[in-house]
């Protein structure tokens, strides 16, 4: 991946939208004391370099900048969040830069910000034996990553859609200027080409179709679980067992979210699989009919400068 495509890539995951806007504001309200109230210019600090991507010196720059002499509250948290990702980011190009051309250096997300700052308050909130805020602080943590996981396969997807619409747009591009090369005096020649296109498209078409349908009577809707998730329902069980009912519900609970991310995980891992298998078998039928067009063009100049007998030879070569 080029410099500016993770750039782009990385411009779009650190938009500010509605989900993102959640994010912050659940973040915010584990440090925030009162519903719409203030933190400490301290906390915001702290929690700048909770994100790993600013040191001490800078953290109290942007924070001091974002609360602007008040009190900071979640508009500056939002605004301080957002310049130490973008001052990470700005640093990251400059060493990609360093390293040379073809070099790649990981952009920081807003996502991994928050994530960062989540893992600071947890590890406080547990050295002051403040559980409640630990426990709220790790559930954010794991609702916080499983989405971030959803949103990097988004973007994922979007991209290599954005690809293949350039493989196509290229591969049209190539068909117009090879039908703008034939001339009046070649239209048997032409007649001939297209016939032989048109069968291998055709046997291209039925050779998707038959490996669509195979993919799919193989692909398997069995889930393979994690441990972690196995290891939480046979919890469940021991807790129900005990007598420990409101524990064993709250686990449940907990177990049903992370089952369902690993199914989704699972599912996206599965489709995408089949979508590279089929865009592979797409770009092996294109090479073979862009090689036969390649030929048919050749054939084209010999036909214009050989014999009919000549002529004759390379037709029963195209066949």
């Not at 933190?39 to 602007?68: C, H, P, W």
């Not at 498209?201 to 193989?218: D, G, I, M, S, V």
């Not at 709250?250 to 298998?277: F, I, P, T, V, Y």
């Amino acid at each position: 991946m080029t410099e500016e495509t993770e750039a782009a890539a990385s411009a779009a995951e650190n938009i500010i939208d509605d989900e993102r806007e959640d994010d912050f504001r659940g973040v915010y309200s584990l440090m925030c004391a009162e519903p719409g109230g203030t933190i400490a210019l301290g906390a915001l600090i702290q929690a700048l370099k909770g994100t790993g991507m600013v040191e001490e010196s800078r953290a109290r720059a942007i924070a001091e900048t974002a609360a602007a002499g008040r009190d900071p509250d979640l508009a500056a948290f939002r605004q301080a969040i957002v310049g130490a990702v973008e001052e990470a980011g700005r640093r990251a190009l400059e060493r990609s830069t360093l390293k040379g051309s073809g070099s790649s250096v990981a952009q920081p997300t807003l996502g991994a910000a928050l994530l960062g700052v989540l893992e600071d308050l947890r590890k406080y909130a547990q050295s002051v034996e403040d559980f409640r805020l630990a426990h709220h602080s790790k559930e954010m943590f794991v609702s916080l990553t499983s989405r971030e996981e959803v949103r990097r396969l988004q973007h994922i997807s979007e991209r290599q859609a954005q690809a293949q619409a350039g493989v196509q747009e290229a591969h049209m591009m190539q068909a117009m200027e090879f039908n703008s090369a034939w001339s009046q005096n070649m239209t048997e020649f032409e007649r001939q080409a297209r016939e032989i296109e048109d069968q291998c498209r055709q046997k291209h078409a039925e050779e998707f179709a038959e490996f669509q349908t195979k993919l799919q009577a193989k692909a398997s809707r069995t889930y393979k679980f994690s441990r972690e998730l196995l290891l939480m329902r046979k919890s469940v069980d021991t807790l129900a067992k005990q007598g420990r009912y409101n524990e064993a519900h709250k686990l449940k609970a907990k177990a049903q979210k992370l089952e369902e991310w690993e199914r989704m995980k699972l599912d996206n891992e599965q489709e995408m699989g089949l979508a590279a298998k089929e865009l592979q078998l797409k770009q092996q039928q294109q090479m073979q009919l862009e090689a036969l067009q390649a030929r048919a063009t050749f054939g084209a100049t010999l036909r214009r400068d050989s014999s009919a007998q000549f002529l004759g030879a390379i037709l029963g070569a195209v066949l």
